[in-house]
């Protein structure tokens, strides 16, 4: 997108007239263009808040590896049952229970969702007679480990890696979205620049030529008191007189308004502008190096990420209704022991394991309007596809015609010189 800010400085060299050759250097005391550009960096809300959300945007990209990264996860549970029981003999009058589970839980790409835990009771029973209940107060321990793997919807992880890429597209999007204004706004503040500098160029030059028409019709006058002329030269002269007047006050409401514009952008409420800005003189038109492109531009990074999210988007809308098939199986040990230590160290041996394992089913029966939602996001997918194809197309398109304008604008100032180069091949 660099070549993008030359934009405005070409639309100046192509309205280029002769006079702009014979402009001087600029004082020391002089208001650069990067100068400028450094104050509107830091004046313009608009410009601070683009920077800001586009930083944003990429701080916000990184929630892609979050999603996916381990999960620690507790429970602390404490329970007091009092219930009447059928047989208080063998149940007992009330049951304590102080429980607490804690593990990582996990998420991978490919559709495999894994968890390890750790679940740890301590059982009081009251009341139980110690000849049916001879373990009433004991501990139990659970480490179990469980895995599932999507088959058909997410099969292997498709939605799981959409949801991944439309938090990391919509992040990006906004990124490049806000470095594309800011440097619409930078290219603005350019073309600003330039305009209030030939503003006051014309404005110099129209005073002169306006001083020179007074001179003119005065000099008409006289020669007309001394029957030297016609009356008809004095009111010719006049009427040169009020044209220039007219141009000249053109002229200067021009510089007033890119004055006013000049200070908006740097965020300054005032219409009067009181530096003195460069020259844009042939020398350095001539040296002015041709743009050089430095990767693709925001506007076409914002469609790329547009096509990114709209496909993910119609992967999760294909893979919402479609038919769950899991497969899912799991491994725990079992501790139980009046003492702590001996029902973690049963539990950590798996001496008593539970394994479970099966399938999953779930198939939605609402074909027709199934298919509808499917198709219209495979619409909105190719849609953005297509979107992406023209804006890379208008990329090299204006390229090609960014470096023409400049070699064009370069000639026609060589011409204004009196100067011939040979047009580029």
Request: aromatic share 6%; with cysteine; net charge neutral.
């Amino acid at each position: 997108m660099r070549y993008r800010m030359r934009i405005p400085v070409l639309a100046v060299l192509s309205s280029l007239a002769i006079p702009l050759c014979a402009t001087t250097a600029p004082a020391s005391s002089t208001l650069t263009l990067d100068a400028y550009l450094d104050q509107v960096r830091t004046g313009n809300k608009a410009a601070q808040a683009a920077a800001e959300l586009s930083a944003a945007g990429g701080l916000k990209a990184a929630e892609r590896s979050a999603i996916l990264s381990p999960n620690l996860y507790a429970t602390w549970l404490v329970s007091r049952d009092n219930k009447p029981t059928s047989n208080p003999t063998m149940m007992g009058a009330a049951t304590n229970v102080d429980s607490m589970t804690y593990g990582v839980s996990q998420l991978t790409p490919f559709g495999l969702a894994g968890k390890l835990s750790m679940t740890t009771n301590h059982v009081v029973i009251e009341g139980a007679s110690p000849q049916f209940l001879p373990l009433a107060d004991y501990y139990e321990t659970r480490p179990q480990l469980e895995i599932s793997q999507s088959l058909w919807k997410n099969g292997f992880g498709r939605e799981t890696r959409a949801q991944l890429n439309i938090v990391e597209g919509q992040a990006l999007l906004s990124k490049h979205s806000e470095k594309l204004k800011a440097k619409f706004l930078m290219a603005e503040a350019e073309g600003t620049y330039w305009r209030l500098a030939l503003a006051r160029e014309a404005v110099a030059a129209q005073r002169d030529s306006y001083g020179r028409a007074v001179k003119m019709r005065d000099w008409s006058a006289g020669r007309v008191k001394l029957s030297l002329a016609d009356k008809a030269d004095l009111l010719q002269s006049e009427a040169a007189v009020k044209g220039r007047e007219i141009e000249m006050q053109a002229a200067i409401d021009e510089e007033q308004a890119a004055s006013r514009q000049f200070n908006s952008l740097r965020g300054v409420a005032s219409n009067k502008v009181a530096e003195a800005l460069g020259k844009l003189t042939a020398e350095a038109i001539e040296k002015m190096a041709d743009p050089v492109r430095s990767g693709p531009r925001e506007d076409v990074l914002v469609a790329r990420e547009a096509e990114t999210v709209a496909k993910a988007a119609a992967t999760i809308a294909r893979e919402k209704y479609a038919p769950q098939v899991d497969l899912f199986a799991s491994i725990a040990g079992n501790g139980r022991d009046a003492e702590s230590a001996q029902s973690k160290s049963d539990g950590m041996d798996v001496k008593n394991p539970t394994r479970q394992y099966g399938v999953k089913l779930n198939v939605p029966l609402g074909v027709p309007a199934v298919l509808d939602q499917r198709r219209g996001a495979e619409m909105e997918a190719r849609a953005s596809e297509l979107s992406r194809e023209r804006k890379e197309f208008e990329e090299e398109r204006e390229w090609e015609n960014l470096v023409d304008a400049l070699a064009d604008a370069k000639r026609r100032l060589d011409l204004a010189s009196n100067k011939i180069m040979p047009r580029r091949s």
